[in-house]
């Protein structure tokens, strides 16, 4: 579809970032990686601005939760190109001890309720975002319900327990 | 013609106590006001009549359907769809079955591709219908709204042909649909087309060159692309600012480069190009539905899914007689069908934008994570730093030109 390849684009940003860039894969087609925390704010930038990819459209900021990892909470980024007509996506794990991330919206103004639901639902704490509130739950609630450990009922509810469904 | 706005305002709440002489009032629009069509809270600073600052409070109907949805399997998820933009909410029932197949690697046959497509671009009519029709509404040109409410009914009359239901409609099923169409909806279809251009054209003759129309719209609202960009905004009122994204032909779903349509682009994105771009589009999704009509009759007759047992349920008077039948729905209702463990995004050109589905599987009974792209939700961002300066009666058509939809704003 685009007018870029994945393999020129993994050769583009391996160059740049070398060892900053981990577990590339292609599932169906979109070009999908893992980015370390450090470079994330100078690889968005990066891939925005230069004159061949322009990435110039951020289509969504949302996070993941895998408790069982080390570095637990994902924060994944799809960008478009509306010039090469590329999607790409972009990971970033890090620990639920020090959930921090810098912000995109200095980049993409379109960011910021992006950032605020994802700091809403993961706690996911975005440095340098002006305004980081709950946006669509109530403001005193404490905890953070899309991480795995809050579960969506009422725990001692025992008549849709899995043994009664042969599970 | 007023300015481009270049530049915006952080979005910050400025509840402000600095107003040394009390001139400014405090007016809290919304929750439920009766000129914002939907649950949404802005409390505005007003200087007279003029906005000064703004903030959106949002929420106030979030179901949390992305938890709901890590604890239901994919075919219950449909229903949890509809209740996104519920004024179209067909698309976004086929841009979920079309994300699973995605996922499953299932090949849809032509004709249900067609058939998507003619219920797809008859959900976009609906929904721009409302949008425009409300839009001339809130500038107190009633009788347009009028013309145009009957013909939606009819769209949710062939829906009602197709899959039972109007509003939250459930359409289709996970490979096609769940039953073929019959002739009272070709019939119905064919009515349609017939009968909805000239209701269009009138309607279109009540407003386009209207004066009174056009002065109270024009230069109000109006975006730049870089900013419309910039606050990634996508669908119609991205298009009106003169970007000419639309997913239909940037990643063609559901066989959509087999048409020939045109995607009209708008050059200041206020409200009036706003309205015209949305009339031009339902043009354009008239041409879509007659060719796909076209094009049905020479697909293979009564071929209504995919060949997937393991994922489309058998029909029910099979289960109760056929053993292979029964052990495929045993299969789908409890979960026990392999699914590859990887991440899917799909998007489709839903009313208001790219209406986008992350989906990370797990090999599970049901997603291990679901994101929806609302947006709704992206486009609505810019509305409060887009009103400060604006009298308040153009916000409000502002508001209603954005075709913001409160059940997918707050999912």
């Known amino acids: ?167 | 013609m007023s300015n481009f706005i270049t530049e915006i305002t952080p979005n910050r709440p400025v509840y402000t106590d600095n107003d040394p002489q009390g001139e400014l009032t405090t007016l809290n629009l919304g929750p439920t006001h009766p000129a914002t069509h939907g649950v949404f809270q802005n409390v505005l600073q007003m200087d007279g009549e003029r906005i000064v600052s703004g903030v959106s409070t949002i929420g106030y109907i979030h179901r949390a359907f992305e938890k709901i949805a890590e604890h239901r399997p994919f075919y219950q998820i449909t229903t949890l769809t509809d209740r996104l933009n519920y004024c179209s909410s067909p698309i976004n029932n086929m841009g979920w079955h079309m994300t699973v197949e995605k996922l499953l690697d299932i090949k849809t046959p032509k004709r249900v591709d067609y058939m998507r497509v003619i219920v797809m671009e008859l959900s976009r009519i609906a929904d721009h219908l409302i949008c425009n029709g409300i839009l001339g509404v809130d500038t107190g040109a009633f009788s347009g709204f009028l013309y145009l409410m009957e013909e939606r009914e009819h769209i949710y009359e062939i829906f009602e042909e197709v899959c039972g239901a109007r509003l939250t409609t459930n359409i289709g099923r996970i490979g096609g649909f769940e039953r073929d169409f019959n002739e009272i909806t070709f019939q119905k279809i064919k009515k349609f087309i017939k009968n909805f251009p000239p209701i269009l054209k009138e309607f279109e003759a009540l407003f386009n060159r209207n004066r009174i129309f056009i002065e109270r719209t024009s230069g109000v609202g109006a975006v730049s692309p870089e900013v419309a960009m910039s606050y990634s905004w996508s669908g119609p009122i991205l298009r009106a600012t003169g970007v000419d994204y639309d997913v239909r032909v940037n990643e063609p779903y559901a066989s959509y480069q087999d048409f020939d349509f045109e995607i009209p682009v708008g050059t200041t994105g206020d409200v009036y190009d706003r309205f015209i771009l949305r009339n031009e589009e339902m043009w354009q999704s008239l041409r879509i539905i007659e060719q796909a009509l076209e094009k049905i009759e020479k697909e293979p007759k009564g071929v209504f899914h995919a060949d997937v047992p393991e994922f489309y349920l058998p029909p029910k008077e099979q289960v109760y007689n056929n053993m292979e039948a029964l052990i495929y729905h045993f299969k789908i209702v409890m979960g026990e069908v392999e699914t590859p463990k990887t991440e899917v995004y799909h998007a489709v050109e839903g009313g208001n934008g790219e209406l986008g589905f992350y989906l990370v599987n797990d090999g599970g009974r049901t997603p291990y994570r679901l994101h929806f792209r609302r947006p709704s939700f992206i486009n609505y961002q810019m509305y409060a730093p887009m009103s400060s300066g604006m009298l308040l009666s153009d916000a409000i058509i502002n508001m209603s030109s954005l075709n913001i939809i409160a059940g997918e704003l707050d999912a």
């Open chain 1, 1 to 167: 579809m685009g007018k870029i390849s994945n393999q020129h684009l993994i050769e583009k940003l391996t160059a740049k970032y070398g060892e900053q860039i981990s577990a590339i894969s292609e599932p169906y087609g979109l070009l999908t990686f893992e980015a370390t925390r450090t470079v994330i704010s100078d690889l968005l930038a990066f891939l925005k601005n230069d004159e061949e990819l322009k990435f110039n459209f951020l289509t969504d900021i949302t996070a993941i939760h895998y408790p069982e990892k080390e570095n637990a909470l994902g924060v994944i980024y799809h960008l478009h190109s509306f010039y090469n007509n590329v999607r790409i996506r972009i990971k970033v794990f890090i620990p639920v001890s020090d959930p921090t991330i810098p912000t995109a919206t200095v980049l993409w103004d379109g960011a910021n309720w992006m950032e605020r639901e994802t700091f809403d639902f993961f706690g996911i704490q975005f440095i340098g975002h002006p305004d980081l509130r709950r946006i669509l739950n109530v403001d005193d609630m404490t905890v953070f319900p899309m991480r795995r450990e809050y579960p969506l009922e009422d725990p001692n509810r025992v008549d849709k327990k899995d043994y009664f469904f042969g599970r």
